[in-house]
């Protein structure tokens, strides 16, 4: 008995020796297996406004479209402040991906609106939206510190994102779609989070989100939540599908979808309008070919159209006379009351007398 347990204990033993050696031989190759992340590199880390760089990545989804830009107020632990606003947008320069996940573009020189620290800021515009921002320096361009951050404070979105508000009537007339995005953050840090700075951007389509920094005014305690309500507007007749992000230090916190209807208001007018000038042209033309042209001169009467008639002569009827009447009554002419014959009285025949 004792010599059978003793060889149960060896082979647990070995079983589990064997478990352990293959957990540790397996821990150094982890690492080595995952996927690298997107990385950026720079011809060299410094040039003068006119100049040229060479930025190339790997690492990246293939078939994706980049944008390059170089931008001020940055770095690239914190990421672009100021959001594109801080970036020389007119000079940025676009990239796309190849098979291999790689890229390679020449990018100028040029001085953003927003003092330096700089970097050179690569993020995607489709599919896969990363970010990645080298540090580089414009020779020449002013320098700053760049704004204090809130302190060791953590926020985080706790409840769902809803827009507030509605379109009104002059939106349906193209005026700019606004409204409210309100959601509900919580500090998770240790330190409290003074008027954070948030940037609200809107992207439409493939488009990447154009951010505008919003002060959000208030306090969040260590372990407290607040309600946020940035405003957020598009462009005058802006309509389609729109996404709504909100970032907070370089971190994005909010998307939500927001669909804009057309401005049928515009359309109408536009039709109106194709009507309605047509129409007064051409009684304005009328108007002026009807004062132009000369005067007609006036004719002469035409005479009457004389019509045939027949006429039908009659014979004059006499009137039937009455008793009494004076005037003499016609009597046949070949006859007359003392002319006319009598009868023979009875005479002797003479027949056959000498």
Same mark, same amino acid.
């Given at each position: 008995m004792t010599g059978s347990r003793t060889t149960r204990w060896k082979r647990t033993a070995a079983a589990l020796l064997t478990g352990l050696a293959l957990a540790l031989a397996l821990l150094p190759t982890a690492p080595a297996s995952a996927a690298p992340g997107p990385v950026v590199e720079l011809s060299r880390a410094e040039g003068g406004k006119?100049?040229?760089?060479?930025?190339?990545?790997?690492?990246?989804?293939?078939?994706?479209?980049?944008?390059?830009?170089?931008?001020?107020?940055?770095?690239?632990?914190?990421?672009?402040?100021?959001?594109?606003?801080?970036?020389?947008?007119?000079?940025?320069?676009?990239?796309?991906?190849?098979?291999r996940g790689a890229f390679s573009a020449k990018l100028p020189v040029a001085e953003p609106p927003r003092p330096c620290p700089c970097v050179v800021h690569v993020a995607g515009v489709t599919g896969q939206q990363d970010a990645v921002d080298r540090e580089f320096t414009v020779a020449g361009h002013p320098t700053a510190p760049l704004p204090e951050a809130s302190g060791d404070g953590r926020l985080a979105v706790l409840a769902a994102v809803r827009l507030d508000g509605s379109s009104g009537l002059l939106t349906w007339f193209g005026a700019p779609p606004?409204?409210?995005?309100?959601? +509900? =953050?919580?500090?998770?840090?240790? %330190?409290? #989070?003074?008027? &954070? @700075?948030?940037?609200?951007?809107?992207? !439409? *389509?493939?488009?990447?989100?154009?951010?505008?920094?919003?002060?959000?005014?208030? +306090? =969040?305690?260590?372990?407290?939540? %607040?309600? #946020?309500?940035? &405003? @957020?507007?598009?462009?005058?007749?802006? !309509? *389609?599908?729109?996404?709504?992000?909100?970032?907070?230090?370089?971190?994005?916190?909010?998307?939500?979808?927001?669909?804009v209807g057309r401005p049928w208001g515009v359309t109408l007018f536009w039709l109106l309008l194709a009507v309605v000038v047509p129409t007064a042209l051409f009684r304005v033309g009328m108007a002026v070919v009807d004062r132009a042209r000369p005067a007609a001169s006036p004719a002469a009467p035409r005479p009457p159209r004389r019509r045939r008639t027949r006429t039908r002569t009659r014979t004059p009827v006499p009137a039937r006379r009455e008793a009494g009447d004076d005037e003499p009554t016609a009597v046949l002419p070949w006859f007359s009351p003392d002319s006319a014959p009598s009868a023979p009285e009875s005479s002797p025949t003479t027949k056959g007398q000498a």
């Open positions: 006119g100049g040229e760089i060479t930025v190339s990545g790997s690492g990246w989804k293939p078939g994706a479209l980049l944008m390059l830009l170089m931008c001020g107020q940055a770095a690239p632990d914190r990421g672009v402040i100021g959001g594109t606003n801080s970036c020389a947008n007119t000079d940025g320069r676009a990239a796309t991906v190849d098979a606004s409204r409210e995005v309100a959601f +509900t =953050v919580g500090n998770l840090g240790s %330190a409290p #989070v003074k008027d &954070p @700075v948030f940037q609200v951007g809107t992207g !439409h *389509g493939v488009f990447a989100p154009q951010y505008e920094e919003r002060q959000w005014r208030g +306090t =969040v305690a260590p372990g407290k939540k %607040a309600l #946020v309500r940035l &405003p @957020v507007e598009l462009a005058a007749g802006a !309509h *389609g599908d729109y996404q709504v992000s909100v970032r907070y230090a370089g971190k994005v916190l909010v998307e939500q979808p927001w669909g």
